[in-house]
């Protein structure tokens, strides 16, 4: 038999030794080469040991039944995706042309860590003309897509056993991003009596020592409700009494607002300018969710923390992406004409869906004024009592939207995803032919012959 040298771990050193090769004469009940072999070797396992954080951290609800529906598609199911927070519009054909012409003309290569100066340039221009903010291209930050834009500006901005107070609903990603920075999310509830808006005595009541930071999302994911600048202005009075405090203005929902409905940069009000960090984007307003392109506008000690962490991370953004941005701004104010057709029709999209819900006994649901949700109070549909004939007992927001996407195939999220138990979010970001459909499909499920409320 011929015999081979090799490295062994054993007891925790490692020894050369002799190892045979197995030949086609070896017996099987005999001692091959391999067993010699791993009679020597001491395997161990591998410390799969994960980073406490995310003990604490929840994966997304909206992927998860977007996932759901995904799989049933897959198998040939007719599914109805209401979940995700997705223009189906097309990327306007002017900013398309831009893309394209980047990488016809070798617009390919890495860009500046924080943008291109034309970019960074450009929104500039549109801080000053569209919200009355003077801002210089350092102050800055282009990133891959909002999302990474506010997880930047936490980085940047709070400490471990800071709080960050996070009225509800809210978007599902604010409070596991605030722990993974090692930050407490304190979230504040708002109701639907209140236009779901947070109050100045709720702000107040929830200011602590440990305060750093508050989120504002105006126009609301998942609500759709817009902060009149009138409220705005009373929150900006508590803000200023606490040094300490920032305020993190998520405004990337800023152009999808309905008549007469006005959007107020938080960073525009009196005093506000140093203590805010605005983050907006291309993905809603511009059906660029697919080009991953967000940005952050900051003070500039922010910013440049930003910035630093981009640069250890993701880099800049990139090249294509940048380039058709450009474009996009250039359509003018408001995004210009094609965002005006978009948003006339997910005007029309909304009355459409609000009508039908409001239609449904048991449902409550107001006009919200701006985004491409709706977030109903169906509290009446799941609790003690509540169930749907050949499907069982509804206990609450999560067994409903499974009911409603395994019966009905029309897949929404549970409210308990955005701090809202009682609720469901329905996205009307599809065509109106999609909608009737769903909600056919949705009044069909909920009809008093197979479905019976929960006992009051």
Not at 236 to 241: F, G, L, P, Q, R
Not at 269 to 275: G, Q
Not at 376 to 400: C, H, K, L, Q, V
Not at 406 to 434: N, Q
């Amino acid at each position: 038999m011929l015999q081979n040298t090799r490295s062994v771990h054993f007891g925790g050193t490692t020894r050369r030794v002799s190892v045979p090769f197995a030949t086609h004469s070896t017996k099987r009940n005999s001692m091959s080469g391999h067993s010699k072999f791993n009679a020597f070797h001491v395997c161990k396992a591998v410390d799969q040991t994960l980073n406490p954080l995310l003990d604490s951290v929840k994966p997304s609800k909206t992927m998860a039944f977007t996932d759901l529906a995904t799989s049933l598609k897959e198998r040939g199911v007719d599914v109805i995706g209401l979940a995700a927070g997705e223009p189906d519009f097309d990327t306007p054909k002017e900013i398309a042309d831009a893309g394209v012409e980047a990488i016809r003309t070798g617009i390919t290569h890495y860009t500046p860590n924080t943008g291109t100066s034309a970019l960074r340039k450009e929104i500039c221009k549109k801080l000053k003309v569209d919200n009355g903010l003077d801002y210089s291209p350092d102050q800055i930050v282009v990133s891959n897509g909002a999302k990474q834009a506010i997880w930047q500006a936490l980085l940047a901005a709070v400490s471990p056993g800071d709080e960050v107070i996070v009225p509800a609903p809210y978007w599902v990603s604010y409070t596991e991003m605030v722990r993974l920075a090692n930050a407490t999310p304190v979230v504040v509830e708002t109701t639907s009596d209140e236009d779901f808006l947070l109050s100045p005595e709720k702000l107040r009541k929830a200011l602590t020592p440990r305060s750093r930071l508050l989120i504002l999302c105006s126009p609301s994911n998942p609500t759709g409700a817009i902060y009149p600048r009138s409220l705005l202005l009373q929150l900006a009075e508590i803000v200023k009494d606490h040094p300490r405090l920032l305020v993190l203005s998520d405004e990337i929902y800023e152009y999808i607002r309905y008549h007469p409905a006005e959007h107020h940069s938080f960073a525009a009000l009196p005093d506000m300018y140093e203590r805010t960090l605005t983050v907006n984007g291309f993905s809603k307003a511009y059906a660029m969710t697919g080009w991953r392109l967000g940005y952050l506008a900051a003070p500039i000690r922010f910013a440049k923390a930003a910035a630093i962490i981009q640069s250890q991370s993701t880099s800049g953004a990139n090249s294509i992406s940048q380039h058709a941005a450009v474009a996009a701004l250039k359509l003018g104010p408001g995004g210009g004409k094609p965002v005006a057709q978009m948003v006339e029709a997910f005007q029309s999209r909304r009355d459409y869906v609000v009508r039908r819900l409001q239609a449904i006994p048991g449902v409550k649901l107001a006009t919200p004024p701006g985004a491409f949700y709706v977030l109903p109070d169906m509290r009446n549909f799941f609790g003690s009592g509540a169930a749907a004939e050949g499907y069982g007992s509804i206990p609450d927001s999560d067994t409903f939207c499974r009911y409603l996407l395994e019966k009905a195939h029309v897949a929404v999220v549970p409210g308990d995803a955005f701090g809202a138990p009682e609720c469901i979010r329905i996205s009307y970001a599809a065509a109106i032919e999609t909608l009737e459909k769903a909600m056919d499909r949705i009044c069909k499920a909920l009809d008093p012959a197979v479905y019976t409320l929960r006992k009051n």
